[in-house]
């Protein structure tokens, strides 16, 4: 299993702004994935961060507005660029610890306002 | 491109009743996940399923998987208050998910 810590839990943030979203794990994982959960909608996934190389973005998400970091095997970092309040969402981030249990385990999410 | 379709959207029961929660995909998948969502909280892991025909149990619930209908059901038995929560299927392999549009689950006393 994974136990995943995310900050801020939550923010409200003004329009045009920057807001960088922390995920830490207890283990190394390969798979890092930070998903969207706009209010009362599923889940969207905006991209996969693996240590060692760049994100790889789902349709409909640009590296531009979303800017993840991957320095390590615990750690990753979601900005939310040049904020509107069309962002204003929960983001999760989650990992797949691949060890064999076939499970992908959720942070508690950063609930997001943008005014 | 995969979908992933979940119905009913709303489901409002009452204790005691059995009811099944159905979630349709578009293609071919080596994996299938229920989670179940509380409000204000994050996902929490409820089946994951990997093969046709695998069924998994816990508690009140069960969950099955079709591969050749593309088709899992999550069953509720006997269902109590405790159980209202969203429920979302998830279809993907090791490096992708995605998910249904979700369930949500009133269980009246």
């Known amino acids: 299993s994974a136990v995943i810590s995310q900050k801020p839990s939550r923010d409200i943030c003004q329009r045009g702004t920057s807001l960088t979203i922390q995920c830490q794990v207890d283990?190394?994982?390969?798979?890092m994935f930070w998903y969207r959960q706009q209010p009362g909608q599923s889940l969207t996934l905006i991209a996969t961060a693996n240590q060692g190389s760049e994100a790889t973005y789902e349709s409909g998400f640009v590296i531009d507005k979303f800017p993840i970091s991957r320095p390590n095997l615990t750690f990753s970092t979601l900005t939310v660029s040049n904020m509107s309040p069309e962002d204003s969402s929960i983001y999760l981030c989650?990992?797949?610890?691949?060890?064999?249990?076939?499970?992908?385990?959720f942070g508690p999410g950063t609930r997001l306002t943008v005014l | 491109e995969l979908k992933v379709e979940q119905n009913p959207l709303f489901l409002s029961m009452q204790e005691g009743k059995n009811y099944t929660i159905y979630c349709n995909y578009s293609?071919?998948?080596?994996?299938l996940y229920w989670y179940r969502q509380d409000p204000g909280k994050s996902l929490e892991s409820l089946f994951v399923?990997?093969?046709?025909?695998a069924v998994k149990q816990e508690g009140r619930l069960m969950a099955s998987l079709d591969t050749k209908a593309r088709l899992s059901t999550l069953h509720i038995t006997a269902a109590v208050h405790d159980l209202s929560a969203t429920y979302f299927c998830?279809?993907?392999?090791?490096?992708?998910?995605?998910f249904g549009t979700g369930t949500r689950l009133k269980v009246l006393a």
């Open positions: 293609t071919t998948s080596d994996r």
């Open positions: 998830a279809v993907g392999g090791t490096y992708k998910y995605i």
């Open positions: 399923l990997l093969s046709n025909g």
């Open positions: 283990s190394q994982v390969t798979m």
């Open positions: 989650s990992v797949d610890p691949l060890d064999g249990q076939a499970k992908q385990f």
